[in-house]
């Protein structure tokens, strides 16, 4: 048998967690001294005295729990000595981590609360991470992933609901949009166009000269559009958002002053980037 193969049914346990669903039982049988050793919840229970057993009684005794079957799999895995569950999707992460922290499966806990922050979760829920971060008073984690949700807009309607959310504080949910909001204002606050930012048509008379770059004010327009929405630099700094400024200035001379000015969009994009983008505790 290899420890992918172990299945919660060794005939030395003393102990049965019991889980009805669907009309159907499904019995762990698990070791007192494992549980307890993992856990302060079931080190306290197993502490209680228990009601006296005659000799002829033998039977095991029972504790119903009600998790579904797959996430008590799943997070017994991360107590018993065995290989620890493979975990596809956030929903299945979320469930088996509120049984970690319900039952006080402390390793578990310290195991799930990495995967919470892994970059896939990140980049595709970061959102749902904060929320579940904030649900259990993971701060650290909760800081990575409020800075990961800079990349998203938050406010955005048209976006189905997180379910997630409405087991987080108002306070929790109030330091993220407080997060974006000054984020936003203060990138957009240096969006400056520098007295040396000239473009060879766009400035070439002495009515213009005194003027940024047409593409200047077209990528400032559209670049405070898209700060207010989502506060990082990766779209309003790429190639194409930068050029889609110059097609709408319509001058043939701006993509050179571009060109001209990469050592200062580089600095403006630097100073943007370390702007604080975590949540903070008041």
């Given amino acids: 048998m290899t420890l992918l193969d172990y299945h ?22 698990v070791h007192k001294c494992i549980l307890a050793a993992a856990s302060p919840f079931f080190a306290d229970m197993f502490s209680l005295p228990q009601p006296p ?25 991360y107590v018993y000595p065995v290989e620890q569950p493979t975990i596809d999707s956030l929903d299945d992460l979320a469930a088996i981590l509120g049984a970690a922290v319900k039952y006080e499966f402390m390793t578990a806990i310290t195991a799930l609360r990495k995967h ?42 048209s976006a189905p609901p997180i379910p997630d959310l409405k087991y987080i504080s108002a306070y929790d949910y109030h330091r993220l949009l407080r997060l974006h909001a000054r984020r936003s204002a203060a990138a957009i606050k240096l969006l400056k166009c ?43 700094f790429s190639l194409d958002f930068l050029f889609g400024a110059v097609r709408a200035s319509g001058c043939s001379r701006c993509p050179e002053s571009i060109l001209d000015s990469w050592k200062f969009l580089q600095l403006l994009r630097e100073e943007i980037d370390a702007l604080p983008s975590t949540v903070q505790l008041d």
Avoid at 203 to 232: C, I
Wanted: net charge negative; glycine share 2%; proline share 6%.
């Fill in 194 to 236: 520098p007295e040396t930012l000239k473009c060879m048509q766009c400035n070439g008379s002495a009515f213009t000269m005194h003027d940024g770059p047409k593409w200047w004010y077209q990528w400032e327009k559209a670049a405070r559009e898209e700060l207010n929405l989502r506060p990082v630099t990766e779209v309003a």
């Fill in 53 to 77: 057993t005659s000799q002829f009684d033998e039977k095991t005794p029972i504790i119903p729990v009600s998790e579904p079957s797959h996430v008590l799999d799943a997070v017994l895995r």
């Fill in 116 to 157: 919470l922050i892994s970059s896939r979760f990140l980049h595709s829920s970061p959102i749902r991470v904060y929320a579940i971060a904030c649900r259990y008073d993971f701060e650290e984690e909760a800081k990575i992933a409020s800075r990961q949700t800079l990349c998203v807009d938050i406010l955005d309607t």
């Fill in 8 to 29: 919660f049914d060794a005939p030395d346990s003393d102990v049965i967690l019991l889980i009805s669903e669907a009309g159907r039982n499904t019995e762990f049988h």
